[in-house]
C-alpha cells in the first residue's frame, strides 16, 4: 500500500520562483556533502536569510570557526577524573559522553567534548560539552509542564548536578520520520523490508526521510555495548519496568517530542527523531534524565528546504551529526574495524559550529565562548567543590 506524504501544515510554503538551484560543496579529504542552494544567493546580502544561509554563511559561524580553530581544538574536555580533584566525589562512572561520580547525595554529570556514534567514540569536538548541558538546561527548564527532571543545580556549563534515582534500562527512541543510518534506524530498518519494528506497525511503499504518519516510539535496550530494540511487551515480560511504569514513560516521551517538534518548527527546524531516559525517585514519581533534545541524541533537519528536497529525492538539510556518521561509514566499518581513522580537523570545527548554532537557533541565546586561560577540568574542579560544599 503506497502511503502519501503528509507533510505538518506549518511547514513553510516553497517558492516556486526560485527553484533554480546552484551547489555548495564542503569538502574533506575525499568527503562531500552537497548543499543545495537557490541561485543568485552566493555573494548577495540578504535582511533575513533563510536558516540554511546562516547555517553555511553567516559572519556569526566565521567568528566561532576563528575561535574553534585558535586554541579549542587542542583544548577539548576529552577525559576528566574529579575524584582524584574534587573532596567528596567516590566514584567515577565513565560513559560515551558523561562521566557521572557519586557524591553521596548526588550525582554529578559532566557532559565532555567526546563524540559518539555506532556504539563507539570518534572523536572530541570543541565546545560540545558545554553545547549539550546547556542546550539540555535550556529544555530540561521549558518541559517542566511536562514532567518533573531531576536536575538540581548547574555549577558550570558543562556540570549538572542531579537527583539520584533507579535508571529504567530502557531508552525512549521517538520518530517522526523514515530516515537514519545506523543499524537500529528506522530507514536501515525498514529497507531491509521489516514492517513491524518496536511493535509499531509500518506501512508499506515508504521511502527515505519520509514523515510517518504519526509519531512512534521504538524503545531500545543495552545488551554489552550495542543497543537493541525492543516491544513494549518485552520490556514488561523481561521485568525492565512495570507496565505501569512504561506506559507513564511512554506518554511522557510521546508528549515531550510533540513539544519539542512544536518549539523547532517555530525556530525553522525539525525535530526527527530523539531519545530519552527516565528513572523513578525514591518517592515513585517518574524523573527525565540524562539529555532532552540534544543535537547529540536528536536529528534536526532544516524545515523550509526539507518538502522540496524530499519531491527531488534530495537528503535533508541537517544541523546534527549524520555528516560525520555518514563520512566515517564512506572510509571504513565503524562497527567492525578496530581502529577507526581521525576525523578530519574540518569536519570537527563544521560540526562544532553546527552544535552552537543549533543551541543559539533554538535557545535565541549567544553561546559565550569560554576563556581557555584557565584549563577546563581545572575551572570544573573548582566550581563542582563549591557547588558540593553549598549542597551540605
Request: glycine share 4%.
Amino acid at each position: 500500500m503506497a502511503f502519501a506524504l503528509n507533510p505538518s501544515k506549518t511547514l513553510n510554503p516553497i517558492n516556486h520562483s526560485t527553484t533554480s538551484i546552484t551547489r555548495f560543496s564542503f569538502k574533506s579529504n575525499n568527503f562531500r556533502t552537497v548543499m543545495m542552494m537557490p541561485s543568485g544567493v552566493q555573494g548577495q546580502h540578504h535582511q533575513q536569510p533563510c536558516l540554511a544561509d546562516a547555517l553555511l554563511y553567516s559572519p556569526r559561524k566565521h567568528q566561532l570557526l576563528e575561535a574553534i580553530g585558535k586554541n579549542s581544538l587542542s583544548n577539548c574536555l576529552s577525559e576528566t577524573n574529579l575524584h582524584l580533584t574534587v573532596p567528596g566525589l567516590n566514584s567515577k562512572i565513565p560513559g560515551k559522553v558523561r562521566d557521572i561520580y557519586d557524591s553521596g547525595d548526588y550525582l554529578v554529570l559532566v557532559t565532555t567534548d567526546r563524540q559518539s556514534a555506532f556504539d563507539r567514540i570518534l572523536a572530541s569536538i570543541p565546545f560540545k560539552g558545554q553545547v549539550l548541558n546547556e542546550t539540555s538546561l535550556w529544555w530540561f527548564e521549558k518541559t517542566k509542564h511536562i514532567t518533573s527532571n531531576a536536575v538540581v543545580s548547574a555549577p558550570d556549563k558543562n556540570v549538572m548536578i542531579a537527583r539520584k534515582c533507579s535508571v529504567f534500562p530502557v531508552e525512549f527512541v521517538a520518530r517522526g520520520y523514515v530516515t537514519g543510518s545506523t543499524d537500529t534506524s528506522l530507514w536501515t530498518v525498514y529497507n531491509k523490508g521489516i514492517r513491524n519494528y518496536c511493535g509499531n506497525a509500518l506501512p508499506d511503499g515508504m521511502v527515505k526521510n519520509q514523515k510517518l504518519p504519526k509519531n512512534i516510539l521504538t524503545p531500545t535496550t543495552k545488551a554489552a555495548d550495542h543497543d537493541v530494540p525492543v516491544t513494549p511487551d518485552e520490556i514488561i515480560e523481561k521485568g525492565l519496568m512495570t507496565r505501569a511504569d512504561y506506559e507513564e514513560a511512554s506518554a511522557k516521551a510521546l508528549s515531550l517530542f510533540e513539544f519539542g517538534q512544536q518549539v523547532a518548527l517555530e525556530h525553522g527546524l525539525i525535530l526527527v527523531d530523539t531519545k530519552y531516559e527516565f528513572g523513578k525517585a525514591n518517592d515513585g514519581s517518574i524523573l527525565l534524565i540524562d539529555e532532552v533534545h540534544t543535537p547529540d541524541s536528536s536529528r534536526y533537519w532544516i524545515a523550509d528546504s526539507y518538502l522540496e528536497r524530499f519531491q527531488n529525492g534530495l537528503e535533508p538539510e541537517n544541523v546534527d551529526k549524520e555528516f560525520l556518521r555518514l563520512w566515517f561509514k564512506s572510509h571504513c566499518d565503524p562497527y567492525k574495524d578496530e581502529v577507526l581513522p581521525d576525523a578530519p580537523e574540518d569536519l570537527v570545527c563544521e560540526l562544532a559550529w553546527r552544535y552552537i548554532f543549533l543551541y543559539e537557533t533554538i535557545t535565541k541565546s549567544k553561546f559565550e565562548v569560554l576563556s581557555t586561560e584557565e584549563p577546563i577540568h581545572d575551572r570544573i574542579s573548582r566550581n563542582v567543590a563549591s557547588a558540593l560544599s553549598s549542597l551540605k
